[in-house]
């Protein structure tokens, strides 16, 4: 999704029954809801009663900015990853040599194909992170919206999980495919942290 593209437009596009954009491309417009959520908490604990968190919350602001960003990059380029996958299975393959020339741009277009989902565990932990860095200091009126920021982030996570999952049945090489294991064990570090930080802020709502 352009920075141009409407809301609208861009789900048109998604219901369309077309290949892209997918899952993975909506699970990083997921994460760049949750730092921009985070950046607007940071923002709103600022100034009188709030001058011991200042530099955190400047540093937490900026920092979601970055992330938007490299969020809205990683939809892009999921949604190209997949479509070179789509094309190599397309390849002719009647012959041996066919078929050779096919299993070998399959293996290289899954490995680029992995690279988004990987950089989207990233940063889906790093905003869960943050949530949980601010949860017990911020403004008590956007508490909800750090919860609603961790969730959007657990569910690019969660996307990011079972796009990794996937792509390690179908990947050859088994050092890539042991890479991919580890970058799910980060995903569901970070789905489980964000679980906490909904469960405390749900637990100071009830108090």
Same mark, same amino acid.
């Given at each position: ?17 077309? $290949?892209? $954009? ?36 400047? @540093? #937490? ?40 020339? +096919? ?12 690279? $988004?989902?990987?950089?989207?565990? @990233? ?16 403004? $008590? ?24 999952? #996937?792509?390690? %049945? ?6 890539? +495919?042991?890479?991919?294991? %580890? ?15 909904? +469960? %405390? ?7």
């Amino acid at each position: 999704m352009s920075g141009s593209e409407t809301i609208g437009s861009y789900l048109n596009r998604l219901a369309a029954g077309r $290949p892209t $954009p997918g899952g993975g491309a909506t699970g990083a417009l997921q994460a760049a809801q949750g730092a921009a959520l985070l950046g607007m908490a940071a923002r709103f604990t600022t100034g009188e009663g709030y001058e011991d968190q200042a530099d955190r919350m400047e @540093r #937490i602001a900026s920092r979601s900015e970055e992330i938007i960003r490299r969020a809205l990059k990683v939809s892009d380029d999921d949604q190209e990853a997949f479509a070179a996958v789509a094309e190599s299975y397309k390849l002719p393959g009647e012959t041996a040599d066919e078929e050779a020339d +096919r299993s070998e741009a399959i293996q290289r277009a899954l490995l680029g194909a992995v690279e $988004p989902p990987r950089e989207l565990t @990233r940063i889906a932990a790093e905003v869960i992170e943050m949530c949980a860095e601010i949860v017990g200091v911020v403004n $008590p009126n956007v508490l909800s919206d750090v919860a609603a920021a961790a969730e959007s982030a657990r569910a690019a996570a969660s996307t990011a999980i079972v796009t990794l999952e #996937i792509n390690i %049945r179908a990947v050859d090489d088994e050092g890539t +495919r042991d890479e991919l294991r %580890r970058d799910v064990e980060r995903g569901e570090v970070a789905v489980a942290t964000a679980a906490t930080v909904t +469960r %405390r802020v749900r637990d100071d709502l009830a108090r």
